[in-house]
């Protein structure tokens, strides 16, 4: 049941007004800041650095797994 319920809240931060216009990587980093920090969070202190460094780190260690 998590999954659906992190499923479904992330493609709503989608389609926030605070993601609406951006594009890529910045539609990215924004909504996973939202994410992970929630939209007050998000409002109070903006982007979350160290979580985004987390993510990438990962998401580069799974993707390298796919490239050989």
Known sequence: M?????????????????????EGQEKRDVALSIYQRGAGGYDRYGLNQKYLDKYYKKRDMILALFEK
């Open 2 to 22: 998590n999954i659906v319920w992190g499923t479904a809240f992330y493609s709503w931060i989608l389609v926030d007004k605070r993601v609406q216009d951006l």
